[in-house]
């Protein structure tokens, strides 16, 4: 039977060398360990409650690293290891000792965790690619006069946002956005102020949004998209190529973005702009009953 431990001083060591085993142990970003060092007492200790390891008998076989549910208990599994010999013995029962209503983990497409997924009844939501562009190698030129572009406020835009947002995303099957959403992503160490932008048609009419984070060590591109009236006249090109632009002037030096590998219509937007495969990836979806 496999039990579950919190990480404490005490077994530091134990999960150092089980997180050193694991080759896919969060491969998009800064390591757990370059994270955790850097932090204060404090900061540590609370990055700490985010790690359960897993233990057989008085051997550590193996650990989960995850985000602590959000208001509405959804959660993010950023890294998951059991040893090879060890996975057998867990199901998705052990999930139910976490304070989540679903996870979700993003993990490579060749990943060895994809039997740990399997045995713990994860569905495969959606595959996925993660392209990059040098923002050097996109020369932009927006003097156009029928679009312009309007800076995301905070205190004055969340309402424009989550109407947006809601409206390109109605038939994507997500929960709609609210106005304290946006308020609590502004507090979040991926937002960046000024990096959300509205693209605007002649008439000043708002027909889509995107926006920069700084999320796993990527500055990417996120909740991009064209009201579907607007659709088809190029203004999802114009938006993109003006958030590179964007980056580009505060010297960001390469931008990535992520869309679905059956979205051919994006696929094919990206490569034209200038966008390249970097990763491949498969998210994984559990909700708990």
Not at 105 to 116: C, G
Not at 117 to 125: A, G, I, P, T, Y
Not at 143 to 159: P, S
Request: aromatic share 18%.
């Amino acid at each position: 039977m496999v039990f579950l431990e919190k990480l404490s001083l005490f077994n530091m060591n134990h999960f150092r060398r089980l997180y050193n085993r694991s080759e896919d142990a969060y491969s998009c970003d800064k390591s757990f360990f370059e994270i955790y060092n850097d932090e204060s007492f404090i900061v540590k200790y609370i990055i700490r409650k985010q790690i359960r390891l897993f233990r057989v008998n008085s051997e550590y076989v193996g650990y989960i690293w995850y985000e602590y549910p959000s208001y509405n208990g959804f959660s993010n599994i950023y890294s998951i290891y059991l040893k090879d010999e060890y996975i057998h013995l867990i199901n998705s029962k052990i999930l139910s000792f976490f304070n989540a209503s679903a996870f979700r983990f993003d993990m490579l497409a060749n990943s060895k965790a994809s039997f740990i997924m399997k045995k713990l009844n994860f569905d495969v939501n959606s595959n996925n690619i993660l392209m990059k562009i040098r923002t050097s190698n996109i020369k932009n030129n927006f003097c156009e006069n029928r679009i312009f572009f309007k800076h995301f406020k905070e205190g004055q835009d969340e309402e424009l946002r989550c109407r947006i947002q809601n409206s390109v995303f109605n038939e994507k099957n997500r929960v709609p956005l609210t106005i304290e959403d946006i308020y609590r992503e502004e507090e979040e160490d991926y937002y960046i102020k000024d990096f959300g932008v509205f693209i605007c048609n002649n008439n000043g009419q708002v027909v889509g949004y995107g926006q920069i984070i700084f999320n796993r060590g990527f500055y990417t591109i996120v909740n991009l998209g064209i009201l579907e009236e607007y659709r088809k006249h190029g203004y999802g090109e114009l938006l993109v190529r003006y958030l590179i632009d964007l980056c580009y002037r505060n010297s960001i030096k390469t931008v990535y973005i992520r869309v679905e590998k059956n979205n051919l219509k994006a696929l094919s937007l990206y490569t034209k702009i200038g966008f390249r495969e970097y990763q491949s990836f498969i998210s994984w979806y559990k909700k708990i009953n």
